[in-house]
């Protein structure tokens, strides 16, 4: 009977799944401002919006998303310039609204970040656990955002330390340097800062934010290479990792949680990830022990579509039980 319930509140593997409820749509006065361009798109199946986008945030008050009683807001960086989307769902129809120099690029990009160019028939259960947690969310899709920076540097932030410290390091950084999100978004929404002033955050600011010198040093390697990670997006999946992988510090597990994102990849998986392979050992055949070979076999019935599988998987809520003290924060800003 695992997995055959859905659990009634969201849980730290839920949540990592991409699980964020967007509050039940309630028209919410804003601030007068010059109206937003807007779109209108009718998705050719069912739609979560929270399922949808909910692994573009990272951690409750990420300052890049925000899922309010109005809608679902995101700030980008775009190649145009910065940019703010907001979008609601309305009798089954999505209604989207932009602003700022990007508000162009982010409408004409609305389809594939709602997971237009996914394909949710080519996925074939193998396992009842699976089954179950899909038949319970029809409306999952893997969204495209088209952009790697805004993906890559949040995800070498969550290199080998806890999704806390990873998420207020993010959190820090992007209110400290990124620029208020265009238009009408609800306070505390940040734009991140371009790769100049990436590049340009002092040491000290790094250490205060909890960032050691190898995360650091990775991401000021990548955003001198911005432009050339960004044309990723148009290549294979192999080719756009072998490109990330060029720049030292970006290994599999990077380049995978980047890249589902960027690109929507279903068949990435987050090789090298500490708790993975066990959730999915556990949830497939019981062994809370497995490792990434292990998973992999594992995972093999579901080759073309293992991201999903194992997305599935950690929604399903089905996790071992614990055994040990959960990993403590690290605060070196306090060194």
Same mark, same amino acid.
């Given at each position: /009977?695992?997995?055959?319930?859905a659990?009634?509140?969201?849980?730290?593997?839920?949540?990592?799944?991409?699980?964020?409820?967007?509050p039940?749509?309630v028209?919410?006065?804003?601030?007068?401002?010059?109206?937003?361009?807007s779109?209108?798109?009718?998705?050719?199946g069912?739609l979560?919006?929270?399922?949808?986008?909910?692994? &573009?945030? +990272?951690?409750?008050? =990420?300052?890049?998303?925000?899922?309010?009683?109005?809608?679902? %807001?995101?700030?980008?960086?775009?190649?145009?310039?910065?940019?703010?989307?907001?979008?609601?769902?309305?009798?089954?129809?999505?209604?989207?609204?932009? %602003?700022? $120099?990007?508000?162009? *690029?982010?409408?004409?990009?609305?389809?594939?970040?709602?997971?237009?160019?996914?394909?949710?028939?080519?996925?074939?259960?193998?396992?009842?656990?699976?089954?179950?947690?899909?038949?319970?969310?029809?409306? &999952?899709?893997?969204?495209?955002?088209?952009?790697v920076?805004?993906?890559?540097?949040?995800?070498i932030? $969550?290199?080998?330390?806890?999704?806390?410290?990873?998420?207020?390091?993010?959190?820090? !950084?992007?209110r400290?340097?990124?620029?208020?999100?265009?238009?009408?978004?609800? =306070?505390? /929404?940040?734009?991140?800062?371009?790769?100049?002033? *990436?590049?340009?955050?002092?040491? %000290?600011? %790094?250490h205060?934010?909890?960032?050691?010198?190898? +995360?650091?040093?990775?991401?000021?390697?990548?955003? +001198?290479?911005?432009?050339?990670?960004?044309?990723?997006?148009?290549?294979?999946?192999?080719?756009?990792?072998?490109?990330?992988?060029?720049?030292?510090?970006?290994?599999? *597990?990077?380049?995978?949680?980047?890249?589902?994102?960027?690109?929507?990849?279903? =068949?990435?998986?987050?090789?090298?990830?500490?708790?993975?392979?066990?959730?999915?050992?556990?949830?497939?055949?019981? =062994?809370?022990?497995?490792?990434?070979?292990? /998973? !992999? $076999?594992?995972?093999a019935?579901?080759?073309?579509?293992?991201?999903r599988?194992?997305r599935?998987?950690?929604?399903?809520?089905?996790?071992?039980?614990?055994?040990?003290?959960?990993?403590?924060?690290?605060?070196?800003?306090?060194?």
């Open positions: /009977m695992a997995g055959r319930f659990p009634r509140t969201p849980t730290r593997t839920t949540v990592r799944g991409g699980e964020v409820r967007v039940p749509a028209p919410t006065p804003r601030p007068a401002v010059a109206p937003g361009r779109r209108r798109y009718a998705p050719p069912p979560d919006l929270g399922l949808t986008l909910g692994p &573009l945030r +990272r951690g409750p008050a =990420d300052p890049t998303f925000r899922a309010a009683r109005d809608g679902v %807001w995101r700030a980008s960086r775009t190649p145009e310039g910065p940019g703010t989307l907001r979008v609601t769902e309305q009798a089954g129809a999505i209604e989207a609204e932009a %602003w700022g $120099e990007g508000a162009d *690029w982010l409408l004409s990009h609305l389809p594939g970040l709602l997971g237009d160019g996914d394909d949710p028939e080519a996925f074939a259960p193998r396992h009842r656990l699976v089954a179950e947690s899909a038949r319970r969310r029809p409306g &999952l899709r893997l969204s495209r955002t088209g952009l920076l805004e993906s890559l540097i949040p995800s932030l $969550e290199q080998k330390v806890t999704t806390d410290e990873a998420y207020r390091a993010w959190r820090l !950084l992007v400290k340097y990124g620029e208020p999100a265009p238009g009408p978004a609800p =306070d505390g /929404m940040y734009v991140m800062p371009d790769a100049r002033t *990436w590049a340009l955050i002092p040491s %000290w600011e %790094w205060r934010a909890g960032v050691d010198a190898k +995360r650091s040093s990775t991401i000021l390697r990548a955003v +001198r290479v911005a432009r050339r990670l960004e044309e990723a997006v148009a290549l294979p999946q192999e080719e756009a990792a072998a490109r990330l992988h060029l720049v030292p510090g970006i290994g599999p *597990w990077t380049s995978a949680e980047t890249l589902q994102r960027a690109m929507g990849a279903p =068949d990435l998986v987050s090789v090298g990830d500490l708790h993975l392979p066990g959730i999915v050992g556990y949830a497939l055949a019981g =062994d809370r022990t497995a490792d990434d070979a292990a /998973m !992999l $076999e594992l995972l019935p579901y080759v073309g579509q293992r991201h599988a194992t599935l998987i950690l929604l399903s809520g089905r996790t071992p039980p614990r055994r040990a003290p959960r990993m403590s924060p690290r605060d070196i800003g306090a060194l």
